[in-house]
Nanobody, 126 residues
């Protein structure tokens, strides 16, 4: 069974940091493009980072560029999202997602991704 499991969410003060993990089971992440999405109550889902299956190229929207970093550890079959300088507007449920493609590029269109985790809550508040 193909599965993605996120962990690492929690409550953090503004300006703080968190590292989210996305562990895959049932398949090897090497051949997959991986992305992190988030969804806050009453808002549309937003892609916040992706990493390609070849060359580990990454992409970030302006809302998180310079603060978030996505990386993968193929030996652990895990993708990470390091989030620094967190703001209250980063509060959301964060999901990792994957789709199989051999590409040096990645996109943040949710419709491309066919495997999703269950999500982990991130709350940024003082």
């Amino acid at each position: 069974q193909l599965q993605l499991v996120e962990s690492g969410g929690g409550l953090v003060q503004p300006g703080g940091s968190l590292r989210l993990s996305c562990a895959a089971s049932g398949f090897t992440l090497n051949y997959y493009t991986i992305a992190w999405f988030r969804q806050a109550p009453g808002k549309e889902r937003e892609g916040v980072s992706c990493i390609s299956s070849r060359n580990d190229n990454t992409y970030y929207p302006d809302s998180v560029k310079g603060r978030f970093t996505i990386s993968r550890d193929n030996a652990k079959n895990t993708v990470y999202l390091q989030m620094n300088s967190l703001k209250p507007e980063d509060t959301a449920v964060y999901y990792c997602a994957a789709y199989r493609i051999v590409s040096r590029l990645c996109v943040l269109s949710g419709t491309q991704y066919n495997y999703w985790g269950q999500g982990t809550q991130v709350t940024v508040s003082s």
